[in-house]
């Protein structure tokens, strides 16, 4: 069942809390800066992850 994860729970710690704000955090397209800088060379950020699809392993 996908809600057995400690990180569904209301009830978090500091640390699982952290970590799910750094993956939240790190989980943004590429800056439009960069992109025009780049040509358009680099058209998506690789390790963009769905919040469905990829389970982030707590």
Do not use: D, E, V
Not at 15 to 32: D, E, S
């Amino acid at each position: 069942m996908w809600l057995t994860a400690p990180a569904m729970y209301s009830h978090k710690t500091f640390r699982i809390k952290r970590f799910l704000a750094k993956k939240q955090k790190q989980n943004c397209p590429i800056p439009q800066g960069i992109q025009m800088k780049n040509g358009h060379k680099i058209r998506y950020y690789s390790k963009r992850r769905h919040w469905r699809k990829t389970m982030l392993g707590l």
